[in-house]
């Protein structure tokens, strides 16, 4: 263990921190580009046959980055994407990155270090950086952007070099340092654990930016949202948003445990997917989609008593086109990704006609994470975290959110030797409460490798 782990670990001052000696190599999760076809031809893509956890080496520090000692981190569904090599290996990201030259070219290596979620205390930063410094703790914003670009300055997420950390750049959270841009930081809300703080802001950021932002559905007290996955880490955060601001939250599940955990969260009406009769393949059926709709809209109606000013869209390919048929005459779907397959069919009559709208959304800009992270700090939005493995297991972690067995956000401990650290406003926390900081631990199902809290 090298001296500025120790110091980190030991809760060293800023000026400790500076002299330590900061390591020529790391632990992290990692994939390797020689495996890039390991997956060629095989159904089953096994991300515990992909990923890596063993040293890299730690990059030279750019001027307006900083390297942060990684306490926690979480798992997001696009470290399973690299994990498979789909849909194009993400070596291509960081090769087309490279071509920046500068900088960038550092990011080009035979090996990436992956996820896009962190928390941690800063040790290094770089001769650029203004409003922070070493000891700081912070949690990561996982949108990379290039600030001279013209663009972002209008909205970060437009600028065509906007990137996501660990995805489409090296040096990822999944590991015991990081290196980011300053505009990656924000304040680690003081109430939260280690893994609780770094468990929020990719999920958190894109659904507040998906429903709450004026570059979003703009939801309004008394609309009613349809929530797809609503136990899952989006969904989740989706469910307190609609709940915040004074909607009616209709959440759709997979099963009777997710519906609970749905429910605990202020979901009003929960569906599970078997009373609608959405099956594997059911959106390649005009007809059948035409079905589903109806029943499912027939449900919403009968329970809430209208139909969803707004659909949250992010499974894609088996629900768009029951989502584009079920929102309201001059309603939105608004959508940020596309888990079940990217290829979406929907009939186009009820889109024009009914003059909805199809909304793109992508992850959020530095404002929206700022006032994101704000509303998890003033204890308005509660973390999604069910499980937590060690950095060891990252493997068993990825593979438990690739067959959509996890709940929430699972998260991953990094150098923090254990769960329930980091903690500097018990206060606060004590007036929250602890049980409402996690309310999806209950219904998480305990798992080898999983540590308890």
Request: contains cysteine; aromatic residues 6%.
């Amino acid at each position: 263990m090298s001296s500025l782990v120790e110091a980190v670990l030991a809760g060293a001052s800023p000026g400790e921190l500076e002299r330590a000696e900061l390591p020529r190599e790391y632990t992290a999760a990692h994939l390797r580009v020689e495996d890039v076809d390991m997956f060629r031809n095989v159904a089953d893509k096994d991300v515990r046959k992909s990923l890596r956890v063993g040293p890299v080496a730690m990059p030279e520090l750019a001027p307006d980055e900083v390297v942060v000692a990684v306490m926690a981190s979480a798992l997001n569904y696009n470290t399973v994407w690299s994990a498979m090599f789909e849909p194009l290996p993400t070596f291509q990201f960081l090769k087309q990155y490279a071509r920046q030259g500068g900088w960038a070219t550092r990011h080009d290596l035979p090996y990436q270090v992956v996820g896009s979620d962190g928390s941690g205390v800063i040790v290094r930063v770089g001769a650029g950086v203004r409003h922070w410094r070493v000891g700081d703790h912070v949690v990561l914003n996982p949108v990379h952007v290039d600030d001279q670009e013209p663009a972002v300055h209008a909205d970060g997420m437009l600028g065509s070099e906007m990137r996501a950390w660990g995805f489409e750049t090296n040096f990822g959270g999944l590991a015991h340092f990081t290196v980011v841009r300053a505009s990656q930081l924000l304040p680690k809300p003081a109430h939260l654990t280690w893994e609780e703080a770094a468990s929020n802001l990719l999920c958190a950021g894109t659904a507040y930016r998906m429903l709450v932002s004026d570059r979003g559905a703009r939801i309004k007290q008394g609309d009613v949202v349809l929530i797809w996955g609503a136990a899952g880490g989006l969904g989740g955060y989706a469910i307190q948003f609609v709940k915040n601001g004074g909607g009616i939250a209709v959440g759709v599940v997979g099963s009777e445990s997710k519906a609970e955990a749905a429910r605990a969260l202020g979901c009003d009406l929960v569906i599970n997917r078997d009373e609608i009769g959405l099956t594997d393949g059911a959106e390649h059926d005009p007809a059948e989609v035409i079905k589903i709709g109806k029943r499912l809209g027939g449900i919403i109606r009968k329970e809430v008593g209208e139909d969803p000013h707004v659909v949250f869209e992010h499974v894609g390919q088996a629900t768009f086109g029951i989502s584009v048929f079920v929102v309201r005459r001059g309603g939105s779907v608004v959508t940020c990704g596309s888990s079940t397959g990217y290829q979406h069919q929907f009939d186009n009559r009820y889109l024009w006609m009914k003059l909805k709208r199809v909304i793109g959304s992508h992850a959020a800009n530095y404002q929206e994470m700022w006032e994101t992270n704000r509303l998890i700090g003033m204890g308005k939005i509660m973390p999604m975290l069910s499980t937590v493995y060690p950095l060891s297991e990252v493997a068993e972690a990825t593979r438990l959110v690739q067959t959509n067995g996890h709940l929430g956000k699972v998260g991953v401990l990094c150098l923090a030797p254990e769960t329930g650290l980091g903690v500097t406003d018990p206060e606060l926390r004590q007036r929250i409460g602890a049980d409402r900081l996690t309310p999806l631990r209950p219904f998480a199902t305990n798992r080898t490798g999983a540590l308890a809290s």
